[in-house]
């Protein structure tokens, strides 16, 4: 079973950024994705930014341009830098390791962002 250690989120205004961080306990390397998904209570997951073969940046329309994810397989690490945060970015993110783009294989304890003035 993979472990997982996320930072923890928290209380931001409007226009404020926020970085998240997940480290994983297993090698970035043995998985062909490595992102980051949101979800609120009672509705769909929904994924927000991953890395396809240890190269390939991907967003969700609504996050492009304003997040960045980046990744460090040395260290195992996955990063969400979040920028010009909005009140709809408030959610629990999660970041998680996937043979494929979705669904998940395996996913951290998610980290709750609140964006609100």
């Known amino acids: 079973q993979v472990q997982f250690v996320q930072s923890r989120g928290g209380l931001v205004q409007p226009g404020g950024s926020m970085t998240l961080s997940c480290e994983s306990s297993?090698?970035?390397?043995?998985?062909?994705?490595v992102g980051w998904y949101r979800q609120d209570p009672g509705k769909e997951r929904d994924l927000v930014a991953w890395i396809t073969g240890g190269r390939s940046t991907n967003y969700a329309d609504s996050v492009k341009g304003r997040f960045i994810i980046s990744s460090d397989v040395a260290k195992n690490t996955v990063n969400l830098q979040m920028n010009n945060l909005k009140p709809e970015d408030t959610s629990l993110y999660y970041c998680?390791?996937?043979?494929?783009?979705?669904?998940?294989?395996?996913w951290g304890h998610g980290s709750q962002v609140y964006v609100s003035g």
């Open positions: 297993e090698r970035l390397s043995e998985f062909y994705v």
């Open positions: 998680y390791l996937g043979r494929e783009v979705w669904p998940p294989t395996y």
